[in-house]
């Protein structure tokens, strides 16, 4: 059981997975995961493709209720409350979906101000300002009445970010952030991934497989395995590169060619950036 | 049994008393004859056989079909737990072989055709009844919340998303409903007609077009055209929202969908319907009054007097009564397959055919349950 006080001095927990097991009916998907995420991180989830990285963010952004376990914020358990508990919990969080998921039929202004206009008191104007901002800050100034499908997919991901960020939440998700994406776009999410933490103090989370971004933006991480349904590694992914004794993690972690464990973290992430 | 059988491209024999050599030669590709396998496989089967080998002697071209006649052999063979040599295939078949056999087909994978008795298919498919109207019945709770919140003022959309519901379903439905309606009411007046002029009592063409379009064509008609331009539409938007996580976004925002996507489209589908419905009995009306005074000799004056004696506020009332409830069920049942909507491109499909369906079926079923109450109540 998470007990607020366990740790004395040590970084403050944000997110507490505890006991979690995700299951579809009869059909089980990972068990017993238990993670903390430490506020100001930027935490990885990895493993290989279906292993049930986004199920795992499904469950903690509360779209997907778990078979057994619980995820807590802090010391407020988001499955146990009402429905109305887990929205005034998730106030607090902002998405970035795989695909962007903007809202197709409104602007990416629009999109920016919904959230605004949910949860403030702003008036229209002032909204409008604040999307412009959060626009300009994943470099899409003077996008603001664009329609989502006028825009590429990497500018849909970065404007899925700027209304991610609409609330200025203290945790971000990402989902898969790089896929998609060419290399150089991929290279500046993830700068502006490392930045949004710096400047606001943003606790992040980070759904993603692709190894020169865990290497580049991570300082935590748990690696889930399909095979055996639970995780089967955790912390810094630079250290788990050069300690682990998994064949599996190492494999992962080397592309394939645990041999190369020599080469630093960031040239074998760079090779094929 | 020193069994050797000879065929086009393909030879066997055995070498020493238990090596099979299977020789390949010629063409194996689309398209080219191949040589019966069958006889190289009962080979496999004999208990003498202790391993195999694999040669080409003149391989021709090969291809995909090549390849699938070594993997039955070579299953056969691992069947059977004979070792089969294919080191002296031509080197890009080795390549391919080892790929295929790289990863081992995970235990589970394949999905085997399962029989399922015809008892229980008819008792899943009941159950699968049942579930859906489960679910009617939660989505139209919910419904009902959103509008309580709505009245209270506390529920949310955009305004902008109303008005454009409300243009997309009423203003640009006027045309279709304006045919259909008018071809309705011809229709009533010379079905209608045929039968009265018998008795020389063709004026009561009036009474019957407009009873008929008022209290019951009006309203179902534009009911059924409403449900398939607009009930599958908003199927189709929710759906493919559903698909594009748009729905998850609003969800994780903590933006309730109900408040947010379905009431304004039921509100719009609501205020629209009756108009929609007290436009289509006019239209029936006039093209009524087109067949009672170009082909059955009645003056436009005593068709409209006819009318407006027959047909009272009552009956319109009647009419618009059942369409503002036809349209309250098309938006249920348009939203309610929209947010069900699986995942997929051909989910959206069968979300917009089934939205359709079951608006179709819920209006006519409400239809008659209407008309029968309205009957006892002597209306």
């Known amino acids: 059981m998470y007990m607020a006080n366990a740790v004395d001095n040590g970084p403050e927990p944000c997110i507490v997975v505890n006991d979690l097991t995700m299951a579809f009916g009869s059909f089980l ?72 998921a903007l809202w197709s039929s409104m602007t990416l202004a629009e999109n920016i101000v919904l959230p605004l206009g949910e949860f403030s008191d702003l008036s229209q104007a002032e909204m409008r300002e604040i999307a412009s901002l959060k ?15 006028e825009i590429s997919g990497g500018m849909q991901k970065r404007a899925g970010l700027a209304r991610a960020m609409a609330l200025d939440p203290d945790i971000l998700y990402f989902d898969e952030p790089s896929a998609g994406l060419d290399p150089i776009s991929a290279k500046l999410l993830d700068d502006l991934i490392l930045s949004l933490r710096d400047s606001l103090g943003a606790t992040i989370v980070v759904v993603s497989h692709e190894l ?47 041999k190369s464990r020599l080469a630093t973290p960031t040239e074998s992430g760079s090779s094929f950036a | 049994m020193n069994g050797q059988a000879e065929s086009r491209g393909l030879n066997y024999q055995f070498v020493g008393d238990a090596e099979l050599e299977i020789v390949f030669s010629g063409d194996w590709k ?21 391993q195999v080998r694999l040669l080409a002697g003149n391989l021709g071209e090969w291809d995909s079909r090549f390849l699938t006649q070594l993997t039955k052999i070579i299953d056969r063979g691992k069947e059977r737990g004979l070792p089969v040599d294919t080191t002296e295939l031509p080197g890009h078949v080795q390549e391919l072989l080892r790929l295929a056999y790289a990863v081992p087909e995970r235990a589970g994978a394949r999905r085997d055709e399962k029989r399922i008795p015809m008892l229980a298919q008819f008792g899943s498919s009941v159950l699968e009844i049942f579930e859906d109207f489960k679910g009617f019945v939660e989505f139209v709770g919910e419904a009902t919340l959103s509008v309580g919140a709505w009245l209270m003022g506390r529920a949310r959309f955009r305004r902008v998303d109303l008005l454009q519901v409300v243009q997309e379903c009423g203003a640009m439905a006027f045309p279709i409903v304006s045919l259909i309606s008018v071809l309705v009411g011809l229709i009533l007046a010379f079905v209608g007609a045929v039968q009265l002029q018998m008795f020389g009592a063709q004026v009561y063409i009036a009474d019957l077009v407009g009873l008929g379009m008022a209290r019951e064509m ?25 698909v594009n996580d748009e729905i998850d976004a609003l969800k994780v925002m903590g933006i309730s969908t109900f408040d947010f996507l379905v009431l304004p489209r039921m509100l719009a589908l609501i205020s629209m319907m009756p108009i929609l419905c007290l436009y289509s009995i006019l239209m029936g009306i006039l093209g009524g009054a087109i067949v009672a005074t170009s082909v059955f000799d009645i003056s436009l004056t005593e068709y409209v007097n006819e009318t407006l004696r027959a047909v009272h506020v009552r009956h319109f009332i009647i009419g618009l009564c059942k369409g503002a409830v036809f349209g309250v069920l098309i938006a249920i049942a348009g939203c309610m397959r929209g947010l069900q909507c699986g995942r997929s491109a051909s989910a959206v499909g069968s979300a917009a055919t089934s939205a359709v369906v079951t608006s179709i079926v819920l209006i006519v079923v409400s239809d008659a349950v209407m008309t029968l109450i309205l009957n006892r109540l002597h209306l």
Not at chain 1, 68 to 87: C, H, I, M, N
Not at chain 1, 220 to 240: N, Q, R, V, Y
Not at chain 2, 226 to 241: E, N
């Open chain 2, 218 to 242: 009006g309203a179902l008609m534009t009911a059924i055209i409403v449900s398939g331009r607009t009930g599958a539409a908003f199927a189709a938007q929710l759906g493919t929202m559903n």
């Open chain 1, 135 to 149: 626009l300009a800050l994943v470099g899409l100034a003077g996008f603001e009445d664009y329609y989502p499908s």
């Open chain 1, 29 to 100: 998907i990972q068990e017993d995961l238990n993670f903390k995420v430490n506020r100001g991180d930027i935490f990885i989830v990895m493993g290989g493709s279906g292993c049930g990285k986004s199920t795992l963010l499904r469950h903690m952004i509360g779209l997907q209720r778990p078979a057994k376990g619980d995820v807590f914020y802090g010391t407020r358990s988001l499955w146990q409350g009402t429905a109305s508990e887990r929205e005034q919990i998730l106030r607090n969080t902002g998405i970035l979906f795989q695909s962007g």
């Open chain 2, 30 to 50: 689309v398209g080219a004859a191949l040589p019966d396998m069958s006889g190289v496989l009962q080979q496999l089967d004999s208990r003498a056989v202790r």
């Open chain 1, 212 to 258: 020169a971004s865990i290497f580049a933006i991570a300082n935590d991480s748990i690696f889930l395995d399909s095979e055996s349904k639970t995780m089967i590694a955790a912390g810094d992914p630079k250290k788990l590169l050069a300690e682990t004794d998994d064949p599996r993690v190492l494999n992962f972690l080397t592309r394939g060619h645990p």
